[in-house]
């Protein structure tokens, strides 16, 4: 627009603000486009509920601390979910991205070997650097690049080779029992440990491997776990608590407390809860009260407070994340991406069990968190990530129009 200025008709001066907030807003418009909007809203909706649940079984504590943490994780997770987005991991994995990949996935375990803090768990599971304020749980993170180099591993072996004779099995095979083996070695954490094989089995079985396979690994397991318990390779504690899963009786003032004081704040919430801030194991200073609950027991937290309808709902949320991701992984590109959700939903479901069996008292104790629900800063942003990635490959599905 052209100006007049003492009768002098002058061209209009451009300046660099309106370009460069103009390059902003198609930077941002690009990024939606790109997105998976339904998932992200099917995160936050989780997150805002688990956050809710972590203030209320934190209140006794009379700190925020925890409450800043998982929120800021929780923002950090977004931009994660937003930048993931964009990354196109087929062209990552062309340029040696998965040795990079499952470089970074050892380093981080090895770390332990340094910075190892064991933590209020007893496993040597955490990663206490100097320089930061918090520590941070590094199998979160190799569950990522262990989904994503394992999904690469399938897609070459079915371009090169086969997923049917021993070799092929075999290098799959190698793949997880060094993550297994080192993880475990290192750091005692079975329940991250389990994460990985179940990630393995499912991203396996939909790539077709032979049902034989499965069946011959399972029977090797189970002989393997046989040799060990009785040879007391496995150590007293996990003992009991698989022992007292089936004998509730068995040492209920110890290995069977938590899950015992999980059952009572479960149970006392019958249909609709006791009402948010107002549950009596929930809101105990006690030590006899409900212990972890803002960790490994939040779905107790939800049922005592909210009742049976407020574990319906926590459900019927990470049941849609979850299909969400079937969906995704059905329309996906390429083989490598399809595998790679379906290593996402792998890691989800047997969390999910694994730790509403154990606030249950189905399935022993095993220090997994409910994913978006459970407090931890690392967590949370691994959680958000591997939903990135998810996001990612929905965009790649869409046809070239649909994301210009």
């Not at 049902?211 to 002989?223: D, E, N, S, Y």
């Not at 379906?342 to 509403?356: D, K, R, S, Y």
């Amino acid at each position: 627009m052209y100006k007049v200025y003492l009768g002098v008709l002058c061209a209009p001066v451009e300046t660099t603000e309106e370009p460069f907030m103009q390059r902003v807003r198609e930077f941002l418009r690009d990024i939606l486009r790109q997105t998976d909007l339904v998932l992200l809203a099917l995160c936050c909706t989780a997150t805002a509920y688990g956050i809710l649940m972590i203030y209320s079984a934190t209140r006794y504590m009379e700190t925020l601390r925890l409450i800043l943490v998982q929120t800021g994780g929780a923002g950090v997770g977004i931009i994660l979910f937003f930048l993931l987005s964009l990354v196109d991991i087929s062209e990552l994995m062309r340029k040696k991205g998965w040795l990079w990949l499952t470089l970074f996935g050892l380093g981080m375990i090895l770390l332990l070997l340094v910075f190892g803090e064991a933590g209020d768990t007893g496993n040597l599971a955490w990663l206490d650097f100097p320089f930061l304020p918090f520590m941070v749980q590094p199998s979160e993170i190799v569950k990522l690049t262990f989904t994503v180099v394992l999904a690469w591993q399938l897609v070459w072996l079915q371009e090169n080779r086969t997923l049917k004779k021993l070799p092929d099995v075999l290098f799959l095979g190698a793949h997880l029992m060094v993550f297994f083996l080192l993880y475990y070695k290192i750091s005692s954490d079975m329940g991250s440990d389990l994460v990985f094989v179940a990630i393995f089995i499912c991203m396996c079985f939909v790539a077709g491997v032979s049902k034989g396979w499965f069946i011959g690994g399972g029977l090797t397991a189970a002989l393997a776990f046989y040799i060990l318990w009785e040879e007391d390779v496995i150590e007293d504690y996990m003992k009991n608590r698989f022992i007292v899963v089936f004998d509730h009786s068995f040492h209920p003032m110890e290995e069977g407390w938590h899950q015992t004081r999980s059952l009572m704040t479960l149970g006392g919430g019958k249909l609709t809860g006791m009402g948010l801030f107002h549950g009596v194991q929930t809101q105990s200073k006690d030590s006899s009260s409900l212990p972890n609950r803002h960790t490994d027991f939040i779905f107790s937290v939800i049922g005592e407070e909210l009742g049976f309808v407020g574990c319906l709902l926590a459900l019927a949320i990470l049941a849609a994340i979850v299909l969400r991701c079937i969906y995704v992984a059905r329309n996906a590109h390429s083989k490598l991406d399809a595998y790679i959700c379906v290593g996402v939903v792998g890691m989800l479901i047997f969390q999910i069990l694994a730790n509403v069996g154990m606030c249950l008292f189905v399935m022993p104790v095993i220090g997994l968190t409910l994913p978006f629900f459970s407090y931890g800063g690392t967590s949370i942003l691994a959680t958000f990530a591997a939903m990135g990635l998810v996001s990612g490959v929905h965009s790649r599905s869409r046809p070239d129009w649909l994301r210009k």
